[in-house]
């Protein structure tokens, strides 16, 4: 049995020798190098990506207690061992195979062999090469060298590689200025370089670091205790020297990077390969887009944020691309959904197409409309423009948005979307479908007739590709960043396969494309170029501003999309304090980027319309009133503030409030019962018309059941709930009254309610069980208002604006009443009821309350009324009531 066990020992042993004997050990690694990125040609440098951050220092520069502290830490018998620990070795590889735990138990040899000539896989033959290795470099080296070349080839996070970058990177000083506790930290990063950065994990790294004091004390090499005893050193809370790729470049070189890492190529690859990456992206289109960005948004707003993303039609490239000016890892404006607003009516107009309606075929233009899809909702062309007898062409270069809707609801918004997934926007975003309604909204799954205004989110990334497919006469490639990769030695490691796929009919695209050079015609040309463009505007709530401004088009071989907005959805405004749209700063960069994208390049005609479709008369037959029936005239219909006359508001205040008095009286004849409460928050006037009567307050209490809800929120120190907050939601801006019920349960009823009453101020409130049969007066609704606006109320900042916000956004169908008394480029915040009272032989109550803001007006004006005998004569006469109040008060 000896014999035989000396025989397998001595089998073992000259196998392995065999084995050690047959790995060569490669020379010296090549440094870990930085990948570059070029522009298109190949030549011009974009950026580099990846490290560039070490310094390889001699062992006799690290201080004695940095070395021990990554000794301690990694390998106590580094100085003992010829290179492996043979007890660890067989414990690692027992583990491996029988338990699969891919368990390390390495020396710092082993380590920096790993780290030198091998990857970083967990396998038995992995294991047992870098075990070879070690020999081969204990065998060549002495254990200082060994030492030396592992610190200055370790990685410690923050871009750092070797014992001098991160001494920089973290204390922000050399390496020979650490000291054994600082050393301590470095230590214990070599484990978790990510975890093990104290910004990311100060608990982890804390614990392992004592860990590591408590070893060296045990060597003798640092006093008994010092791990309880000493103070942890202060570590930057970010890198010191790791330059990172500021500005709009930044971005960039995050998707390249994402693109890569799709394609199969590792991060540390790119970041330490000297991969050489030449991308789609042009230099002139990107300087381009660069300085005019810069021009058009230098001294506005800081809010404000611009995209643009520039494609080749052909195969898809990326030419130019600003997401956004804050530099690698920062928020990409041009991967963020938005509603893409009237720069979605050449999709209605192509899928119209394809199904044989031509592009002058005649649609009903009238301003508002009511549509079945909508609930009621009218829906109100840009400026209340109308045009009865539309071409769909003349529609399209004045951006009314009922012929479209109409076109919408003809064909089916779900051959919109279909068509938009053709031309490039993808299915889903993250686990939300794209393009149908979310959960808590009409028709959950399903596309509205909406569509046809822009009202679906979409990114600009994807709307330029959309574009492109246009631009492509119907031809699809997907967009992409890069050309070709190629490794430090010059082979090729990767070169995406670009085909294009035609999804729509080349007619329909160039028809489309002759109907949006007819918008630039109308908007203003591209200098010394032939364009094909269509602007967009998202209204915010029922204000006068945008939130979203659009300008997305093309010209031969370059489609663009602009996108200006901000971070959070609010109105957009230059420094001038006038609102931005689509034809304004988004289509002055988008004509300033083409004119300098396409310096020294020939002009190139769009194709001519190829006039695919039938003539149709679309729904002409739902034309109401008299008209003028000339086919494309255009013509405004009644705007905002139309039933206020200002030259009645003459005199002093006080013969003012005499002359409104005397007319209310008069009005009062013919008119059921109502009262006006008035307060200007600016001046301090107050105006009461039987302010004081009680009414019963239909769904106008509904703000009071919301401002409970946020008081009784506040004194359980939270914010609303999820739920509580789509609630809210439906109540006030749908005026949804099951909603509203959920709320009153919530809140605790009528004791509820009027607990939060009494600390609101609202003395003449009287709930009731059924809420909207509550009594109020004028004057409490107007006193709700100040609750909402003033510092000192019992609501907090936050509460006032959630109420306020959601009272901005109420639907179309809820915006009548005071706001007939509001002018263009003024705020309503609002909440109207109504309700038709069987006990008062049907009649109706019709209520209206809320704020009227800008910066020269903020008052509270509350209307209500009762006994009306019908809901529109009851409405029409809360407007007149309005508009009068303002017409004589002159505020």
Known sequence: MTAGLVAVVVTLVVVSAGYVWSVDLPEDPVPPQASVLYYRDGRTVLARIGTTDRTDVSL???????????VAAEDRGFYDHFGVSVRGLLRALWSNVVNDTGQGASTITQQYVRNAYLTQERTVSRKAKEAALALEVEHRFSKDEILERYLNTIYFGRGAYGIEAAAQAFFGTSVDRLTAYQGAVLAAMVKDPTRGDPAVDPRWTLNRWKWILRAMSDAGWLPEGAADRTPYPTVAAESVTASTIGGPIGLITDRVEDELVAAGISR??????????????????????????????????DVLRPALVAIDPEDGGVRAYYGGDRGRGYYDDAQAARPPASTFKPLVLAAAEERGIGFRSFYNGTSPRVFPGRGGAPLFNQDNLQCPVCPLNIAMVHSLNTPFYAVTEQIG?????????????????????????????????RTRPDIAIGSYPVTPADLASVYATLAGGGN??????????????????????????RVLDSGVAADVGAVLSEVVDHDGAVPGVHAAAKTGSQQYGNTADSSDAWTAGWVSGLAAVVWVGREKPGPIRTKDGKPINGDGMPYDIFKGFLAGA????????????????????GDL?????????????????????????????KGSWQERVTRLTGVLDKLAGSLPDFAVSFVDRRTGRVYDYHGSRAFEAASVVKVELLAALLLRAQDEGRRLSRVEQKRARKMIVASDNDAASEVYAAIGGVPGLRRALKKLGLGDTDPAANFGLTRTTAEDQTRM??????????????????????????NADQTWGISAA????????????????????????????GRISSDKVDVALSVLSHGHAGQPEGIKAVEQIAALTRSYLGW
């Not at 050309?483 to 430090?488: D, E, G, L």
């Not at 090729?492 to 085909?499: C, D, E, Q, T």
């Not at 009272?837 to 009649?843: D, K, L, Q, V």
């Open 60 to 70: 006799d520069r690290v201080p004695l207690g940095v070395r021990q502290a990554f």
């Open 268 to 301: 540390q690859q790119i970041r330490t390969g000297g991969l050489s990456v030449t991308t789609t992206l042009d230099a002139t289109a990107q300087r381009s887009a660069i300085a005019i960005i810069d021009k058009a948004l230098r001294g506005q707003p």
């Open 413 to 445: 918004p779900e051959r919109v979307r279909d068509l938009a997934l053709r031309l490039g926007v993808p299915d889903r975003y993250g686990d939300q479908a794209t393009m149908v309604d979310a959960k808590g909204e009409p028709t959950p799954g």
């Open 476 to 501: 699809r490639a997907n967009r992409h960043f890069v050309q070709s990769v190629a490794a430090a030695s010059g082979a090729v490691l990767h070169r995406p396969r670009v085909k294009s796929k």
């Open 598 to 617: 396409l310096t020294g390049q020939p002009a190139r005609s769009l194709p001519a319309a190829s006039n695919v479709g039938r003539l149709e008369k």
């Open 621 to 649: 037959r739902t034309i109401e009133g008299k008209f003028s029936m000339a086919p494309g005239r255009i013509f405004q219909g009644p705007q905002k503030g139309d039933q206020v006359d200002r030259s009645l508001a």
């Open 785 to 810: 208002v100040g609750a909402l606006t003033s510092p000192d109320s019992p609501l907090d900042k936050n509460s006032r604006q959630v109420v306020l916000n959601l009272m901005s956004s109420v």
């Open 822 to 849: 509001s002018f263009g480029g003024e705020q309503t915040a609002l909440k109207n009821g109504w309700l038709a009272r069987s006990t008062e032989n049907n009649r109706w109550i019709i209520n209206s309350t």
